[in-house]
């Protein structure tokens, strides 16, 4: 894995396991990259409307090359795109409310319209630089619109209407969910945690494991070398032994020739 590929998907992630994963990928990253597992451990967690800007770059495709593609007609001067160019934002715009909503997380009026500026910024500058594609880490404010070429448009006329308040009841789901998702995303740091630790142990058995196996191959072989030598030894001196056996039996054989020779003179003198 590769530092772009690692970025890449950190920024695809949901929001609320973007540190989490952040974690887990520096970690793996740093076996084999660890400067680049360094900068991706800095990477901070976008707000919840750039992040849903850089889930249309990843979804919403079509629609986003769209965007792109009309804002660069209406910087060069042409206006007749505008209609496209609207319909671009507005299939944006719908697609964000999609994500939010899916997401768990509210998908009120503040959050689109903070969405729609960052589009239009996007479309205002031709891109998403200083960040990589799909990569905001904020929001984005146009750089002034006629300055840039592209004029002030809305996504249609339903945004135009004053948006419509928020319920308590709303704002306590809200609250919920957002309880919920940080006590997930504790847990899931949590049950990391654990799993690392749990490695750790396994890696540290295995290790004294393998220490130990190796310390007894060396003593079966220290004493392997030793019984070897002393079979060595001994036959040798089964060797010698032999030897001397032989001889001495040859001795014996020609003591007792001697002994007989004598008897038999012994034997004549008497007859």
């Known amino acids: 894995m590769t530092y772009d590929d690692a970025a890449a998907a950190l920024y695809q992630v949901p929001h609320d396991e973007f540190v989490a994963e952040r974690k887990r990928l520096a970690a793996d990253l740093k ?38 593609e009309t804002g660069e007609q209406l910087r060069a001067g042409k206006l007749a795109v505008m209609p496209a160019h609207r319909e671009a934002v507005a299939k944006l715009r719908a697609q964000a409310q999609s994500i939010l909503t899916e997401a768990g997380n509210a998908a009120n009026e503040a959050t689109l319209r903070r969405i729609t500026t960052t589009l239009a910024a996007i479309a205002a500058t031709g891109g998403f630089d200083p960040d990589a594609p799909g990569m905001l880490s904020a929001d984005r404010d146009p750089p002034g ?9 809305a996504p249609d006329a339903e945004d135009e209407r004053p948006a419509t308040p928020v319920t308590d009841d709303e704002l306590a789901t809200a609250r919920e969910k957002k309880r919920a998702a940080a006590a997930k995303q504790r847990d899931a740091e949590a049950a990391a945690e654990q799993g690392r630790a749990a490695a750790e142990r396994d890696r ?65 003198l008497d007859s």
């Open 31 to 68: 076996a084999t990259d660890k400067a680049g597992a360094a900068k991706l451990a800095k990477l901070t967690r976008p707000p919840i409307s750039a992040w849903t800007v850089n889930q249309l770059w990843w979804h919403a495709r079509s629609a986003f090359d769209e965007l792109l």
């Open 145 to 153: 619109f006629e300055a840039a070429g592209i004029p002030m448009v």
């Open 204 to 268: 540290r058995k295995a290790e004294q494991e393998r220490t130990r196996r190796l310390q007894e191959r060396h003593r079966l072989e220290a004493a392997l070398r030793t019984a070897v030598g002393d079979v060595e030894r001994r036959e040798r001196e089964v060797a010698r032994l032999g030897a001397a056996l032989a001889d001495a039996e040859a001795a014996v054989e020609k003591a007792r020739a001697i002994a007989n020779d004598l008897e038999s003179q012994l034997a004549a």
